[in-house]
């Protein structure tokens, strides 16, 4: 169901909203079922139990391999580009993928994975990672990606709460200049998980790794004895397809759980019309897969579609900063997806990087993950797009899985830092404290979504209830975001931020909560709070005040001793830019710390700082102003 025109996104949406069942219904025959649905949908927010094409059977990877390479076993499915130009780039044809897949699934069966085990992958961005994903969806396990930056500490917590069987790795990874440790980290994650049956091991950096007799095994070797047919395991629409660990505003990171039968339909509907994908356009996203941009618009959307995915395992400032500008002139690059955080980091760098650069060849760019602020979208129109290429700004969310409000390009008029309109089958509306729906236009309020669309988060891992609390309980019969949003005089949505304790790091959802708990596992530390503030390149850094006890101070060591905990206990990508040592925190009455006083600090406004006069202890904000961090 492809839409053309602005008309067509018109009635589509409308329909969408009048006939969401018939509109839905619809889309979902262009894939193959193995048995049909028996009704479309089925929900209510309360529980919530939402389950769209009930009694569907299907298997995804049959609609992402076996019809492509029925119709077109040669067109490249995926093109990977190494980390280090100079090495081979690989084509994967749909046929080999195809192949490599069955072949990797039979692997995981033979070692006795069955429908509905869990699986962990922790792999860096090479084909494997892709084959290792797509062969979980064969045979039917649940895939639990957990990216590649993450440490031995936040893999096990992660394999612990799915109760993951098998772990697939590589022996190390390379990125950038660095060599990183990949089975090493598994090895340590490993001592906590006693549900880990088998550790299977792909080759990438040939480092001397441990291999444990009988439970840790080489891909290499394993493929070599297995067939390279496997049929598809048959699933239930509802039958879960994959968990993904995201943060919120407290404790421990939660397993988002999407389903196979409405993953499949949203991922790939929204895949093709917001980049307006044409058969043998080259697409590249930067994302990586340990994220839901890399699942949904590297691996599903794309190759739901028949589309030519590149996989690219670097970074963008290796070896230099024109580094995605020479993956866009080398593979004629049609449609580019990133993150504005890589928009301004590269812009700092000047245009020597793309001005020599064969830029032509793109049609359609795109951002994700974060706010785009107005100078960074006025960059890459002009220098990478060259002024006629649509900036698709997509807002969504991995519970979403899914775009949900973004222009389609060439389609919808674009506005610079505006998400735009929503998709079809997307009801968003703005709600103020209150609860209340905030109707009309140039208003501000929190984003929340009245009605299910094929891709709305099932559960939560292992805690339905948690899933409830966190989404469908602030605003009674309504999905909550978590964001704040306006919509202006057009009807057009700008998303503002988030408006719980989540920050927004470079693209990265970080939960204010699980850095506190990393920080104050250092010895010594009493207490800590952490806030976002701006920051130029990652749009939000981290700012953490830490009371430690009178003792110890060697105040530079203690800091950095505490970067390395956090490192240690979550990953490098949770590291607050800036600590503060403070002898206290501002606390009301009853205890409660007022982190509005601790963002504006953070932000350096210091004369905004509202009714201070409920704290218990309003000394320490003059202390706190004093020591602020620039
Ligand atoms: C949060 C979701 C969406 C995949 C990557 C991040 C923020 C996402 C935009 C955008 C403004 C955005 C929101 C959202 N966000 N896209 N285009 N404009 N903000 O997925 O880790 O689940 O994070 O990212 O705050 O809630 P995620």
Redesign the pocket.
Known sequence: MRIRTFEEYQSAYDQSVSDPEGFWAEVAQDFEWKKPWKKVLDWNFEEPNVKWFVGGKMNITENCLDRHVREKPNHPAIIWEPNDPSDDTATLTYKMLFERVCQFANVLKKHGVVKGDRVCIYMPMIPELAIAVLACARVGAIHSVVFGGFSAQSIADRINDAGCKVVITTDGSVRGPKQIPMKDTVDDALIGCPTVEKVIVSTRTRTPVSMIKGRDIWWEEEVKHVSSECPAEEMDAEDPLFILY??GSTGKPKGVVHTCGGYMVYTAYTFENVFQYEPGDVYFCT?DIG???GH?YIVYGPLLRGAISVLFEGIPTYPDAGRFWDIIDKHKVNIFYT??TAIRSLMGFGPEYFKNKDLSSLKVLG??????NEEAWNWYNENIGKGNCPIV????????AG?M??PLAHITKTKPSF?TLPLPGVQPVLVDENGQEIQGNGVNGNLCIKFPWPGIIRTTWGDHDRCRTTYFSTYKNMYF???GCMRDEDGYYR????VDD?I?VS???IGTAEVENAINMHTGVVESAVVGYPHDIKGQGIYAYVICEASSHDSELTRKDILATVSRIIGPIAKPDKIQFVSGLPKTRSGKIMRRILRKVAEGDFNNLGDISTLLDPGVVEDIKAGAIK
């Open positions: 995201t943060s994302a994220w839901i941009t949904s993150a504005p951002s994700v993950g974060e706010p785009i700004d997509t807002w969504w969310q991995t519970e979403t775009i409000i973004s998400a975001t978590g964001d998303i503002t931020g988030r989540v927004n693209g990265h959802r």
